[in-house]
């Protein structure tokens, strides 16, 4: 069974630049299609972006399209999202989840989902 661990979130500044982790033990994560999702404050799960297990192709969303990519480090069996230009409304807790399949904008095609870390923007 895959378990998750989050981290690297924190406060940062308008426009500026954060990297999360998303470190697997238990199995390769190779294998799976890993995805992130953020949750902000009295709203619902929302996917952010995915990378696929066959070639990692990324399939981010149009709300964070050319500013947060995702890649993959099998050395470390870990999986980073690496966020740009961030802005008033990215506050959120950020969570990494894993699908044995093709990535999925359905977030229940998702399990092993992670404890969640939080990221904060202000000035």
């Known amino acids: 069974q895959v378990q998750l661990v989050e981290s690297g979130g924190g406060s940062v500044q308008p426009g500026g630049s954060l990297r999360l982790s998303c470190v697997g033990t238990?199995?390769?994560?190779?294998?799976?299609?890993v995805g992130w999702f953020r949750q902000a404050a009295g709203k619902e799960r929302e996917i952010l972006t995915c990378i696929s297990s066959s070639d990692d192709s990324e399939f981010p969303s149009d709300s964070v399209k050319g500013r947060f990519t995702v890649a993959r480090d099998d050395a470390t069996n870990a999986v980073y999202l690496d966020m740009s230009r961030l802005k008033p409304e990215d506050p959120a807790k950020y969570y990494c989840?894993?699908?044995?399949?093709?990535?999925?904008?359905?977030?229940?095609?998702?399990?092993?989902w992670g404890p969640g870390t939080q990221v904060t923007v202000s000035s």
């Open positions: 989840a894993i699908e044995f399949g093709p990535c999925s904008d359905d977030l229940s095609d998702y399990e092993s």
């Open positions: 238990g199995r390769s994560l190779r294998v799976y299609a």
